[in-house]
């Protein structure tokens, strides 16, 4: 369950071991679609366990706004006006 949504009427989710190559279970890169249609809403998630440039990081990316998290730290992006 996501954020208190419930149960998603669809999911879909792909992934494997791309990166490492020493006989883990677990996939190194990994995406997952969750389709909420009552609520007129889509999430999605990827995770990737082998991205040196970025290092460990979590995000939410909203409509206006996106939190990162960085090991201890939290911090909002700038918002990002829409250019029509």
């Known amino acids: 369950m996501v954020a208190g949504l419930g149960i998603p009427e669809t999911t879909v989710t792909q992934g494997g071991n791309y ?29 990737t366990f082998h991205n040196r440039h970025y290092g460990e990081v979590e995000q939410y990316l909203g409509r206006d706004k996106t939190l990162r998290f960085r090991r201890a730290s939290a911090a909002p992006s700038r918002r990002m006006e829409a250019r029509l």
Do not use: A, H, I
């Not at 990166?19 to 995770?47: A, H, I």
């Open 19 to 47: 990166f490492w190559k020493d006989g883990r279970d677990v996939p190194d890169q990994w995406n997952v679609l969750m389709d909420y249609p009552t609520k007129e809403l889509s999430v999605s998630f990827m995770c």
